[in-house]
């Protein structure tokens, strides 16, 4: 299947995902992981884009966030990776590639789902069973949106700061969101449309994406579409 353009919208929420290569190690250090959060700081902040959650794994990153320009995303992962690269590179006296290609994104329906979105990714460390509980893990922003850790690279989506008057029952709210398990199916349509690069949302909201930017954000069918073989005579055969 034909990898599909990126699409961008500002104000509109996006989760990335960046690999390493071959799935090896981006991150074998503390400090790696400082570096890179700095310097995700510092792009986000240059390009205009609001960090909401976040996990940095091992051999990934995952980043659910809103730009305020449709060139935010791009620019602000580009200059992050390349920065990274070279401190990676020089750091372990090693050369050449350290990302899987491009990292792949897909635009998020706020309603229902960024919410959702934010227990995704800060669940992928218990998934991994590197942790019995998300707050166990440092490289992620649960201990910023569940536990109130003061954080300049972290900025509430309105549906987090919706959920209490003040921050105290903000946190206690959230941590509510980890007491349930995550909808089989609502996991899977998360991957497909991650890794696809699918809107995640309701039809009417891929509908209305679509008619925004006369691209495709919904799975094209699969197969050779009818007629696609014609004789001469304009017959199929």
Not at 78 to 93: K, L
Not at 155 to 176: F, I, K, S
């Amino acid at each position: 299947m034909a990898r599909l353009q990126r699409v961008y919208l500002e104000g509109v929420p996006q989760h990335i995902i960046h690999r390493g290569n071959n799935r090896q190690a981006c991150f074998s250090s503390e400090e790696d992981f400082i570096a890179y959060a700095g310097w995700l700081k510092e792009y986000a902040k240059k390009h205009e884009v609001a960090i909401h959650a976040w996990v940095f794994m091992t051999n990934h990153v995952h980043i659910l966030c809103t730009p305020k320009t449709a060139e935010g995303v791009s620019r602000m992962m580009q200059s992050v990776g390349r920065q990274y690269v070279r401190y990676f590179n020089y750091t372990y006296q090693r050369t050449g590639t350290l990302w899987e290609g491009r990292y792949k994104s897909c635009m998020v329906q706020s309603e229902g789902y960024v919410l959702e979105l934010y227990r995704y990714i800060e669940l992928n460390p218990v998934r991994a069973n590197m942790v019995d509980e998300p707050s166990g893990y440092p490289w992620s922003s649960y201990q910023i949106n569940a536990l109130g850790k003061e954080s300049t690279l972290c900025t509430p989506h309105v549906l987090y700061q919706a959920l209490g008057m003040d921050a105290e029952t903000r946190q206690v709210q959230y941590r509510t969101l980890f007491k349930h398990h995550i909808n089989g199916k609502l996991i899977d349509d998360i991957r497909k449309s991650l890794n696809r690069g699918l809107a995640l949302g309701s039809d009417r909201f891929k509908a209305e994406i679509e008619q925004l930017t006369a691209r495709r954000v919904t799975e094209g069918k699969r197969g050779r579409p009818v007629g696609w073989r014609k004789n001469q005579n304009g017959r199929d055969v």
